[in-house]
């Protein structure tokens, strides 16, 4: 079925598309009647304006887009709850993308989205894209005069707000925290070793180790690949030598290393301690309940959208400061981790 246009209705009366236009969105330019007589035939024949041609007119399109490497991370789920709360609230809508760990697909939803979509785009870089380093196509989007923001996996060869967890920060009090429960040797499960986030924790979790004066070992640096059996790889570091705690970068890995771990007759925390990242629900809900850095996702999402908006609605003569908010964490202390002494 052909769609109905402003120019059929504009056909239909004789008039100008201009006009018809006009009449749709009750100017005083328009007399009573006719405009009276358009609005009724538009609301007969279910006529949509198109939007993205109202954008293109009023050079905006009161839309952010947002990108974000996995929304099946319960993290991004929460930042994306914080970004539309926010964003809704002073007048917005988003477009929620996601680029499933792969530069492409990041690279041409970022191209799509540029081509007067949105009026400012939030970002989270693909793990790819950090592992490639290339960063072109997002150099190319802020030159382009429409606003970005960078949440939690971020890169300085782009000038743009950012907002981040301070991972470097929580590799290293988790660790800590493990330590001073009794634990002496830590190993640590990332599925997500490529990505930026995955490595500053590793950085704190290494700094945790030198100040306690054990040497890093990598083979307790167990690295999940795509392809890679979980549950072979935990069978190996297990075998290697008698760990007593594991973190996992990831709420789905410290879940999956749970319940391996309870297949296996390993009893926890008595003998293994776990926590993970991302304090979502299945680490509320599994038994025992899991341990987990909390990386307040929702206030994440909520102040990137104050940040994008305010540089979308600043005027010509306003120049705002490109700034990084920091982010601190907390552990929630649940069954999985034992207790300090």
């Keep these: 079925m052909k769609k109905f246009t402003l120019k059929d209705i504009a056909t239909h009366f004789k008039v100008s598309v201009s006009t018809a236009s006009k009449a749709i969105n009750d100017s005083h330019e328009i007399s009573e009647d006719l405009k009276a007589k358009i609005q009724q035939y538009a609301k007969d024949n279910h006529y949509r304006p198109n939007r993205i041609a109202l954008s293109l007119l009023r050079k905006n399109t009161k839309t952010i887009g947002v990108v974000v490497p996995n929304i099946l991370n319960y993290f991004f789920v929460q930042v994306f709850y914080g970004i539309e709360k926010n964003a809704n609230a002073r007048g917005y809508n988003i477009i929620s993308c996601t680029s499933d760990e792969s530069y492409l697909k990041e690279l041409k939803t970022v191209e799509l989205l540029s081509a007067g979509t949105v009026d400012g785009l939030i970002i989270s870089l693909s793990e790819e894209t950090q592992s490639k380093a290339i960063y ?11 606003p970005m923001v960078m949440i939690d996996r971020v890169t300085d060869e782009v000038d743009c707000d950012k907002v981040i967890v301070d991972d470097f920060e929580a590799g290293y009090k988790t660790t800590n925290y493990l330590f001073e429960t009794g634990c002496k040797n830590v190993a640590v499960v990332s599925t997500i070793f490529d990505s930026s986030v995955g490595k500053l924790r590793i950085q704190g979790y290494q700094k945790a180790l030198e100040e306690k004066g054990i040497a890093y070992d990598k083979n307790l640096n167990v690295k999940v690949g795509k392809k890679d059996d979980l549950e072979i790889l935990m069978t190996l570091l297990l075998n ?23 297949q296996k007759k390993v009893k926890v925390p008595e003998e293994v301690s776990i926590v993970g990242f991302t304090n979502g629900r299945l680490s509320k809900y599994v038994s025992p309940s899991l341990s987990m850095v909390s990386q307040h996702g929702k206030f994440i999402g909520e102040t990137a959208a104050n940040m994008i908006i305010d540089r979308i609605e600043k005027t010509d003569a306003e120049t705002l400061p490109y700034t990084t908010k920091v982010v601190k964490t907390s552990l929630i202390v649940r069954e999985s981790s034992r207790k300090t002494p």
Aim: proline fraction near 3%; charge should be negative; include cysteine.
């Design 240 to 262: 290697y030598k008698p760990v007593d705690a594991i973190i996992a970068l990831d709420e789905m890995t410290a879940v999956d290393v749970l319940n391996i771990c309870k």
């Design 136 to 146: 072109d196509h997002l150099k190319n989007y802020s030159n382009g005069q429409i």
